[in-house]
């Protein structure tokens, strides 16, 4: 019965089939290149989706791991160890300094440590979280109940009570949703990246920050996916001009290797107590440690200011492709609009001409590649986006 829920294909692996079938298999990788078990090379402009900014296989991150490797991988939490201390320090500078940090390893876990912080800060008279239909926050029960998604939610319920959901860009139902005397906390993605890359209407977020200050509503910004200079800028919030009270992020933060991190400010941090919240591997010392060489690379080479202007050049050639009816994001995180619902063939024909891209839905493609991609990869993808699309 289980193989003929998981389709003839699957039921081989040996792997569940959460993630649908595998066509390719990807071996090796190199910068913005990866290579598959037959020796097929392709341009990745999905990044491992928004993960590897620095690109793959990258010197400085592979050297501080092995570094790391031969002087401390683990000690557990009863001890400190100097590069999540130093780490914590960079991710609270890079926010504006005044806050606190704590590890975990992926974003979800990086939301749910937002979520029971938001709660502890509510002592129990206020405990509801508002967050964005369509919006992704994660996978496990916390995060999910905060994802505005039914499919994805459906089949897990019950979940965890205590999670409003409001339509997108819509204030009116954010201002009804934040008048609940029971409402500690908004949470919400800078742009919605995996609902279709959809960017917030001007004034929106600035808005919402408003309201919830006016109602002393903490605002958590989940930058798991914008974060670290994917925008153009190191959070995405920053487009904005917010000053959220907790923020998230994993993604790009070790460049592949799982770290996730909860900044908050200290007045709302000092609300967790020891014993509230852990994990066994958050803030290791390997993790911690590529994270700290993603950091120091990422500001070597201005990574944000070159996001901005690579951003640039690679919307502008889209713009010019056939069938491309629109453009959305920042920086490097493109959404592509197209004028007929194919989405999911063009994605599928790129693959096959050697490009790696996304379809977020039947007429958008996601575009993330690594942030340091050069004009001649751009150039290259938008050739085979041009030949898939004429
Ligand atoms: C905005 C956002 N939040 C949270 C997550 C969940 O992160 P993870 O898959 O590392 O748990 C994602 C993943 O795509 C995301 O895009």
Known sequence: MHDELAGKSESASPLMSTYGGYTTTIVSGDGCVLVDDHGRRYLDFLGGISVVSLGHANNAIASALAEQAQTLVHVSNFFANPKALKLAEEIDLLLGGGGKVFFSNSGA???????????????????????????????????????GQPAKQDPFRPLPEGFLHVPFNDLDAMREALDRPTVVAVLLE?????????????????AVAEMARD?????????????????????????FGLSPDIVTMAKALGNGVPIGATWAKSSVAQAFQPGDHGTTFGGGALASAAALAVLGEMKRLDLAERTASMGEYLRSALRLLPGVRALSGRGLLVGVELSEPRAQEVAKRALEAGLIVNALSADRLRLAPPLIVSTEEIDAAVTILRSVLT
């Open 190 to 206: 800078p742009i919605q990246a995996e609902a279709g890359i959809i960017d917030p209407l001007p004034g929106y977020l600035e």
């Open 215 to 239: 109602r002393s509503v903490l605002f958590i910004i989940d930058e798991v996916q914008t974060g670290l200079c994917r925008t153009g800028r190191w959070f995405g919030f920053e487009h």
């Open 109 to 147: 876990e990086a939301n749910e440590a937002a979520i029971k912080l938001a709660r502890r800060y509510g002592a129990r008279e206020r405990f509801e979280i508002v967050s964005a239909v369509n919006g992704f926050h994660g996978r496990t029960l916390g995060a999910l109940a905060a994802t």
